[in-house]
Each structure stands twice: as C-alpha cells, then as structure tokens.
C-alpha cells in the first residue's frame, strides 16, 4: 500500500520552527542576497533607503526596550526602536 501524503493547512508557527531551527550562515546568506539584489537589481539611478520604526514594548524579554519617543505611540514610551535599510531602482527593491 502506498503511503498517502497528508496536507497540513498553512500555519505561521510551521515556518517559525524552521527560521528557529535551521542552521544559517549569515554571511553566506548576506553575499547570496547582494549577488542577487546587484545582478538583478543594479541601476546608476539606484538610492538607499532608510526608514526607521518603533514598536511598543510591554513585555520584560525583549532586547533593547527602553522609555522613548516612537511615532507609533505618539510619544515616549517603552519601545524598541529599530532602523531599516533598502535598496532601490527603477528596477525593483532589495531589503
């Protein structure tokens, strides 16, 4: 008898145990990602994006959680506040 396959719905937690889990090389990972962002990516009219983000903290285990101001909150408060960088073209985007 052969054995019948079972589909499982989608489920966030199934691809939060793999990220967890998983053995990752950062910087393999890192010069795969620009290798990409570069060949697919490259334009003389490209420009780095910067935007910064503040979440509100309520917990005690985060990282980095302190009285500040944050835009989300409209003021100070206890929040991690973090800054992302993006690359973009005519061509598309890249985190």
């Known amino acids: 008898m ?3 396959r079972v589909r499982r719905p989608p489920n ?6 793999f ?3 998983a053995a ?3 910087d393999e990972l890192r010069v ?7 060949g697919a990516l490259a334009d003389q009219g490209a420009v780095l994006i910067a935007d910064e983000t503040g979440d509100v903290e309520r917990g005690t285990k985060s990282a980095s959680v ?3 101001y944050t835009g989300t909150a409209g003021g100070i408060d206890n929040a991690q506040v973090s800054v992302y960088f993006s690359y973009g073209s005519s061509r ?4």
């Open 2 to 4: 052969a054995a019948r």
């Open 12 to 17: 966030p937690d199934r691809l939060q145990g």
């Open 19 to 21: 990220l967890a889990k």
């Open 24 to 26: 990752w090389d950062a």
């Open 32 to 38: 795969r990602v620009r290798a990409y962002a570069v």
């Open 66 to 68: 302190q009285r500040q």
């Open 92 to 95: 598309g985007r890249a985190p």
